[in-house]
C-alpha cells in the first residue's frame, strides 16, 4: 500500500468519514448531514487528504466573490506535521486562483499559537479581531492576498 499523501475534491460517499475526521480534531465540528446540504451548494468545496487510500484530513471553504473563506482545516493527530494541512492549503489557495479569487480568509483563535504559527507560514496575515468567537475566546481573521489585490 502507498503512503503517497493525496488531496481530492469530496464525494458523497465521503461525508461520513469527513465528519468523523473534524469530530476528531475540532471542537465545533459539522455533522455529515451539515457538510452534505453544504456539498449541494456551487460555491462550497471540500477537499479530503489520503494517505494510502485513506482519509486522514479535510479541508473546507466557500468561494465568495474574490475570495474565498476557508470554514474548516481538520488532520488528525496521528497524521499530523506530515504534510497534510500544507497540502490541503495550498489546494485550496489553487482551486480560489482558479475560480478568480484574489485572497484566502479564516478565523484561528488567538489562544491556538500553533496553528497562528502555521498559517503565518503560508503567508497570512491578521487583519481583525472577533472577541468572544469562540465562546470566551477571541479569533483572530488572517486573510492571504494575492493576484491584484496582493498589493493593498
Known amino acids: 500500500m502507498s503512503m503517497e499523501l493525496r488531496v481530492r475534491p469530496a464525494v458523497p460517499d465521503d461525508l461520513v468519514r469527513a465528519a468523523e475526521i473534524q469530530r476528531a480534531c475540532l471542537s ?12 449541494r451548494r456551487e460555491s462550497y468545496r471540500l477537499l479530503i487528504a489520503e494517505f ?8 473546507d471553504f466557500v ?18 506535521r506530515r504534510g497534510v494541512a500544507t497540502a490541503l492549503m495550498t489546494r485550496a489557495e489553487e482551486i480560489a486562483k482558479e475560480e478568480g479569487g484574489a485572497s484566502i480568509t ?12 502555521f498559517y503565518a507560514a503560508l503567508g497570512f496575515q ?5 472577541p468572544g468567537f469562540y465562546g470566551e475566546e477571541a479569533a483572530l481573521i488572517l486573510w492571504k492576498h494575492f493576484g491584484a489585490s496582493a498589493d493593498r
Do not use: H
Not at 126 to 130: D, H, K, L, P, V
Open 28 to 39: 465545533r465540528p459539522w455533522t455529515a448531514d451539515q457538510l452534505g446540504d453544504s456539498l
Open 52 to 59: 494510502g487510500g485513506v482519509a486522514v484530513g479535510t479541508a
Open 63 to 80: 468561494l465568495t466573490g474574490d475570495y474565498a473563506e476557508i470554514c474548516n482545516l481538520a488532520v488528525l493527530p496521528a497524521f499530523r
Open 106 to 117: 479564516l478565523e484561528v483563535s488567538e489562544q491556538n499559537t500553533q496553528a497562528r504559527a
Open 126 to 130: 491578521a487583519e481583525g479581531r472577533r
